[in-house]
């Protein structure tokens, strides 16, 4: 992934090449590629998720003299069982994905967003604008991450919109830190010097010198993002503060959990336990092989 | 040395108003009026005034802000509407519930984590140990706290019938330090403690490994092996260098674990500050939420203080400025 490697790239693709070339990277790793695999797979199954659930999630199951099916274990009509209320696991697990990815996508790019403007800003200018935006963090980075997010959903009401914003306001200070750590470096790199030099203006040098280097870095934060945004809305839903109107794992969990039927209905619980755990895991990994393929003292040498 | 203590401390008090500032009027510009709460009683307009007057919320915002910031100086947090007793009280024995599932949870978790991440950390680069080890800790690092625990609770309470899944047990009369030393405490407080524990593994597991992987290929570790002592030893000194890092990584994690266990707490029905946190909110007793999370909040101010100041005595090379 050498400079001349980065140019040969298409003339309109040359701002996303290090982006290819770190996804050309990844896919060397053995896990990150089962990780990119994974998701990929929760994204496909996510955005065809109405064609798959073959019942409507919120809707009672009913055997044909009338009677609800509750707690009804696996069969070929439910092929995960039914709830206590008599819903279909299965369709509730696949429509659930979409609330998961929704959260996570949104609230990552988000979270990237604003982390690499502050970030960027903090990083390049330095001096009182550096001060004024890292205090800015140091206050955000001392707000408990969890109970923030019960209490501001909480106050705000439980919508998946709040619930975005909410993760969005958590997240952005640990990536503008990194961001901001990494343009520092970026900053004092000859080109840039070069670039100041033959009198070009900060916004140039920000798009053409400073932000195609520092993409990989906002690529990693975004993933990780993904990850965190997935887990709280999770935990928000399975403390009964997630958004009722929609199906969630998290929402699952807690009805399973509040209905007590953890020690009978498995095939209610272990389904979205399963999806949160896979999913989540995925992410990590392909995080996991960023950093050690881009760490050269942790690089396996071959 | 004395001049960046004192500016890390002017700099941690000025975070703390800071958030208190965020935190008060989050919880005033949403619109609450606590006495519905109790109007069921057919309570008259002056009554109302008065139970106004008892929580502080009379007079403008501006006024609130003002006397609540000032009785916060006088450690007074308000009076709960659940309860109906100051805040600090109901919450304080909460505290104390708290502190012992995630105090021996986050110190074993970070004992056994970075004792398995120095194996695999050691074990050569590519093989089965070092392949398997990180992707369990990656699987487990994934799995969310609350999936834990309810897989424990599934196992151990439910199904295998060892250990109860619900509360700390009834301490039947028994005073004090008494209520935590018996062993019907601990037999409650196993699944959540484990719970704990598990959390925190795969993160020390992974930071330790790192360390170890970084620090096999410095010198001094090639002059220990010179000299000719055992392989386990070498492991050692390239395990206590990378011990640095996660001690000043300890004071922050604890802080986030107390706010973090929410879940852990839910799950078992564990009578600590984050379920506290989680009935109030859903309660609408504000004074109590509000304490909760200022408590939370300080906490944490306080642990990445301590963990600077820890780092720049433990690392000759940090400079203070």
Same mark, same amino acid.
């Given at each position: 992934m050498s400079q001349s490697e980065m140019y040969r790239a298409?003339?309109?693709l040359r701002f996303l090449a290090p982006m290819l070339s770190t996804f050309r990277l990844l896919l060397r790793d053995r896990f990150a590629f089962w990780g990119l695999t994974i998701f990929a797979l929760f994204i496909l199954v996510a955005m065809i998720a109405p064609w798959i659930a073959p019942y409507d999630p919120f809707a009672p199951m009913m055997t044909e003299s009338g009677r609800l099916i509750r707690l009804a274990?696996?069969?070929?009509?439910?092929?995960?069982?039914?709830?206590?209320?008599?819903?279909?696991?299965?369709?509730?697990?696949?429509?659930?994905?979409r609330v998961a990815l929704r959260v996570g996508l949104v609230a990552a790019i988000a979270v990237g967003f604003i982390s690499t403007l502050v970030g960027v800003i903090s990083g390049y200018f330095g001096g009182i604008i550096d001060d004024i935006l890292m205090r800015m963090t140091d206050v955000a980075l001392s707000i408990p991450t969890l109970p923030f997010a019960i209490v501001a959903v909480g106050l705000l009401g439980p919508s998946i919109d709040n619930i975005i914003l909410v993760i969005t306001l958590l997240f952005w200070r640990n990536g503008a830190r990194i961001i901001r750590s990494v343009v520092l470096t970026e900053r004092e790199r000859v080109f840039v010097k070069w670039a100041r030099a033959a009198g070009a203006s900060h916004l140039h040098i920000i798009l053409r010198h400073i932000l195609p280097n520092i993409l990989r870095v906002v690529f990693l934060w975004v993933t990780m993002s993904v990850a965190f945004a997935v887990l709280t809305e999770a935990s928000l839903s399975f403390l009964g503060l997630g958004d009722p109107s929609i199906t969630s794992w998290g929402q699952m969990l807690n009805t399973a959990f509040a209905s007590g039927a953890l020690r009978t209905a498995w095939w209610w619980v272990a389904p979205p336990s399963l999806m949160l755990i896979t999913l989540i895991s995925s992410l990590y990994l392909i995080g996991r092989a960023y950093?050690?393929?881009?760490?050269?003292r942790l690089r396996e040498r071959t | 040395m004395r001049a960046y203590i004192l500016r890390r401390l002017l700099q941690s008090m000025l975070v703390v108003f800071v958030v208190t500032t965020i935190m008060f009027f989050m919880f005033r510009v949403m619109p609450a009026d606590p006495?519905?709460?109790?109007?069921?009683?057919?309570?008259?307009?002056?009554?109302?005034?008065?139970?106004?007057?008892?929580?502080g919320l009379n007079g403008t915002l501006w006024e609130q802000y003002v006397r609540y910031m000032g009785n916060l100086l006088t450690g007074d947090f308000g009076n709960s509407f659940f309860y109906r007793k100051p805040a600090w009280d109901v919450l304080w024995p909460f505290i104390i519930n708290t502190l012992w599932i995630a105090v021996p949870g986050l110190l074993l978790g970070a004992v056994i984590g970075s004792g398995l991440g120095m194996i695999v950390g050691w074990a050569p680069r590519g093989g089965k140990v070092e392949r398997s080890g990180i992707l369990l800790a990656t699987i487990i690092r994934g799995a969310p706290s609350f999936v834990v625990g309810i897989m424990l609770?599934?196992? /151990?309470?439910?199904?295998?019938?060892? %250990?109860?899944?619900y509360g700390m047990g009834d301490p039947q009369g028994a005073t004090g330090l008494m209520r935590y030393l018996?062993?019907?405490?601990?037999?409650?407080?196993?699944?959540?403690l484990c719970a704990v524990i598990i959390f925190f593994i795969p993160e020390n597991l992974l930071l330790m490994r790192s360390g170890v992987v970084e620090a096999r290929t410095e010198d001094y570790i090639e002059l220990v092996r010179a000299k000719g002592v055992s392989e386990g030893r070498v492991a050692w000194h390239a395990g206590r260098n990378s011990m640095l890092p996660l001690i000043t990584w300890l004071f922050p994690a604890l802080a986030e674990t107390i706010a973090g266990i929410v879940v852990v707490e839910i799950v078992f029905s564990w009578p600590g500050v984050g379920r506290e946190l989680v009935l109030a909110v859903v309660r609408q007793d504000y004074p109590v939420a509000q304490a909760a999370? /200022?408590?939370?909040?300080?906490?944490? %101010?306080?642990?990445?203080?301590?963990?600077d100041l820890t780092y720049s005595k433990l690392d000759p090379r940090v400079v203070y400025k």
């Open positions: 298409p003339r309109g274990p696996p069969s070929a009509e439910h092929w995960l069982g039914t709830t206590a209320f008599g819903n279909d696991v299965f369709s509730q697990l696949v429509m659930g994905s950093e050690e393929q881009t760490n050269p | 006495t519905t709460m109790f109007l069921e009683g057919g309570m008259t307009e002056e009554a109302r005034q008065v139970l106004l007057e008892e929580w609770l599934a196992i /151990f309470s439910s199904w295998l019938n060892w %250990v109860p899944g018996n062993w019907d405490f601990a037999h409650h407080l196993i699944l959540p999370f /200022f408590l939370m909040s300080i906490m944490i %101010v306080l642990a990445n203080l301590a963990a």
